[in-house]
């Protein structure tokens, strides 16, 4: 069965550093999606950037961006110029695609940007 | 308006009472799952739906019931609610294929309390 650890239960930054969030997964699929979703305090699970497996190259989204390492099964988020409303969970989450189907989530990370 | 709704968005119930969370969708996706998430354990399956005639369960179903019945609507039910019920429970739909598969759109979640 797949599996997605987040091994960091909690970090704290200063507005404007930047600050990475670290994901590990185990599989033996080799065609699959990994996500990030954010909650914020509002409890609202909101997509912040997803890669495909296939790509070799990192997804990026504005001040987000990814360190996808395919051989090692690690996908990490780097956060640039931190904001204080990225304060909030966030969830690694991975889906093979032709397995099971279903999104696994990690059991989340909280993140504070302290002003 | 909210593309994924969920009612009730709080409720606090009793000990045995039967309680039913509603979910319905106007992103017009074939695929329904219903997910608990409690702190420190991330989101965690309980029933998903690939079409209207499909149900499925999911890694903790036992306590639960699921009916779909539309496209757009898929409910749970909690038979005879317990305090370990007690969770933040989400509704959320994908589209079966194409550009964007994989990505799940999540409701705002119902808070339920089970005293």
Known sequence: AQTVTQSQPEMSVQEAETVTLSCTYDTSESNYYLFWYKQPPSRQMILVIRQEAYKQQNATENRFSVNFQKAAKSFSLKISDSQLGDTAMYFCAFIDQGGSEKLVFGKGMKLTVNP | ?115
């Open chain 2, 1 to 115: 308006d909210a593309d994924v709704t969920q009612t009730p968005r709080n409720r606090i119930t009793k000990t045995g009472k039967r309680i039913m969370l509603e979910c319905s969708q106007t992103k017009g996706h074939d695929r329904m799952y219903w997910y608990r998430q409690d702190p420190g354990l991330g989101l965690r399956l309980i029933y998903y739906s690939f079409d209207v005639k499909d149900i499925n369960k999911g890694e903790i179903s036992d306590g639960y019931s699921v009916s779909r019945q539309a496209q757009a609507k898929f409910s749970l039910s909690l038979e005879s609610a317990i305090p370990n019920q007690t969770a933040l429970y989400f509704c959320a739909t994908s589209a079966p294929g194409g550009y964007g598969w994989g990505e799940q759109f999540f409701g705002p979640g119902t808070r339920l309390t089970v005293l």
